[in-house]
């Protein structure tokens, strides 16, 4: 998600002292620790072997929303983000609008990006202003990025219905709904209505998975959470849309809000990515990979 990278005293088992050690012996990036023989980490840093092992596999493993994502969007899926309000949702949107759009050496899709917008949150400010940080040609970025609004359902059902032809012709390389059921929600309340909007989102999520399918692209949706009243132990938030959101999702994440102005996201629901999390943060810049205090020790 972000070419940021952690310090090295990031590392679970890296402090100051021992972060001393590794730069002074040439390493100065996870990466470069990741890809060390430990026998030269004992070698050249002066460490103990169970440390060496220890950071080893730590720089191998460190988590971020990329590699939870098994090395970036996967096409021909469709990857739900969940959470409540301010979770970070519209941000990752946004954030992979960027990321789509780069080369896939850069960990893109080459593409451009359809985004359609149920809530009116997309910011074309912060978009470029995310652009700019990660130094990418942000008015480049905001030309490959097609912005529909959409006011209601039949209009959000409409504007997929003629997303095919769109995209085809313009490569589009990620398909965004952001958020995916708010209209849903917004208009059938109440019981007598369920069964009427779970089908049509059934109809309008099997569109987007055609699209993903037929042309080979990314579908994001974003989703909100709700209460599970069946909920006793564990999370008593559920994301909304029931059954027919959760098998048309290939991947679920759920965003949450952490402590020490932190996010956690964790994969909830896929069929090979593991059930692992990862802490991030947004920041001016963007969204960043972070390692909470409690996760660094020495
Ligand atoms: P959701 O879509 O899940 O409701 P958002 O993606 O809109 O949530 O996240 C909103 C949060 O993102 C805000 O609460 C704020 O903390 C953070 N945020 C937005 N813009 C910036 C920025 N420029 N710098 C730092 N944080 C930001
Ligand atoms: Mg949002």
Redesign the pocket.
């Known amino acids: 998600m972000t070419a940021e990278v952690l310090d090295i005293q990031d590392l679970d088992g890296v402090g100051p002292v021992t972060a001393n050690k590794l730069r002074e012996a040439g390493y100065d990036s996870i990466s470069a620790l990741a890809i060390a023989p430990i026998r030269e980490l004992v070698e050249k840093a002066g460490l103990e072997s169970s440390v060496a092992h220890k950071i080893s596999k730590a720089a191998l493993g460190s988590t971020n929303l990329d590699t939870l994502l098994g090395g970036g969007l996967e096409t021909q899926a469709i990857t739900e983000f969940v959470?409540e309000?301010?979770?970070?949702?519209?941000?990752?949107s946004m954030k992979l609008s960027i990321q789509a759009q780069l080369s896939a050496a850069e960990g893109g899709l080459e593409g451009k990006v359809l985004f359609i917008d149920t809530e009116g949150?997309f910011a074309a400010q912060?978009v470029f202003?995310m652009a700019q940080a990660s130094g990418q040609d942000a008015d480049k970025i905001l030309d490959g990025i097609i912005y529909s609004r959409v006011y209601n359902s039949d209009h959000q059902i409409l504007t997929v219905d003629h997303a095919f032809k769109i995209c085809k012709e313009e490569n589009i390389k990620l398909l965004v709904v952001?958020s995916i059921l708010s209209h849903f929600r917004g208009e059938y309340i109440g019981r007598e209505s369920l069964s009427e909007r779970q089908q049509r989102l059934n109809s309008h999520l099997h569109k987007l998975l055609r699209i993903a399918q037929a042309l080979n692209l990314a579908v994001v949706v974003?989703n909100q959470v709700q209460a599970n009243p069946q909920a006793f132990f564990g999370d008593p938030m559920r994301p909304a849309g029931g059954n027919i959101m959760a098998h048309a999702s290939t991947h679920r994440i759920m965003?949450k809000k952490s402590s020490q102005g932190l996010r956690v996201a964790k994969v909830i629901d896929s069929p090979y990515l593991p059930e692992s999390e990862t802490y991030f943060r947004?920041?001016?810049k963007g969204v960043e990979d972070a390692v909470p205090r409690n996760k660094r020790d020495e």
């Not at 309000?85 to 990752?92: D, E, L, N, T």
């Open positions: 959470g309000f301010g979770a970070g949702k519209s941000q990752i949150t912060r202003q952001d974003t965003l947004i920041t001016e």
